[in-house]
C-alpha cells in the first residue's frame, strides 16, 4: 500500500505562486509514475502533470510553462510549482501514484486563485 498527503493549498491572487507537495510512504518502491490532477466544481478530473521514474514529464496544454513537476530521488515527495496562477486554476489538487497493478490517491488540497 502506498499512502499520499498534499499539502501547499491555499488562496492566492491571480499572477502570484503556489507551491503544492506530496508526500508519498509506506511501498514506494513499486510506483513508477507520479503526478498531479485537478478538479473544478462541476468539471471532471483532469491531468495536470505527470513525472516518470526515469524523470520524464508531461504536462497539461493549459499549465505548459507555468507548472514544474519535480520528485526527489527517493519517490517519497513529488512537488508542483505553480507559477503565474489564473482564476481558471482554482480546483482541488490531487496527488496520484501509479504502480503496476494499483492507482492510489490522496485526498486533495484545494487552490484558490482570485482577487
Known amino acids: 500500500q502506498v499512502q499520499l498527503k498534499e499539502s501547499g493549498g491555499g488562496l492566492v491572487q491571480p499572477g502570484g505562486s503556489l507551491r503544492l507537495s506530496c508526500a508519498a510512504s509506506?511501498?514506494?518502491?513499486?510506483?513508477?509514475?507520479m503526478g498531479w490532477y485537478r478538479q473544478a466544481p462541476g468539471k471532471q478530473r483532469e491531468l495536470v502533470a505527470h513525472?516518470?521514474?526515469?524523470?520524464?514529464?508531461d504536462y497539461a496544454d493549459s499549465v505548459k510553462g507555468r507548472f514544474t513537476i519535480s520528485r526527489d530521488n527517493a519517490w517519497t515527495t513529488v512537488s508542483l510549482q505553480m507559477n503565474s496562477l489564473k482564476p481558471e486554476d482554482t480546483a482541488l489538487y490531487y496527488c496520484?501514484?501509479?504502480?503496476?497493478?494499483?492507482?492510489?490517491w490522496g485526498q486533495g488540497t484545494q487552490v484558490t486563485v482570485s482577487p
Open positions: 496520484n501514484a501509479r504502480s503496476i497493478v494499483i492507482n492510489y
Open positions: 513525472i516518470i521514474k526515469d524523470g520524464s514529464t
Open positions: 509506506g511501498s514506494t518502491s513499486r510506483i513508477y509514475q
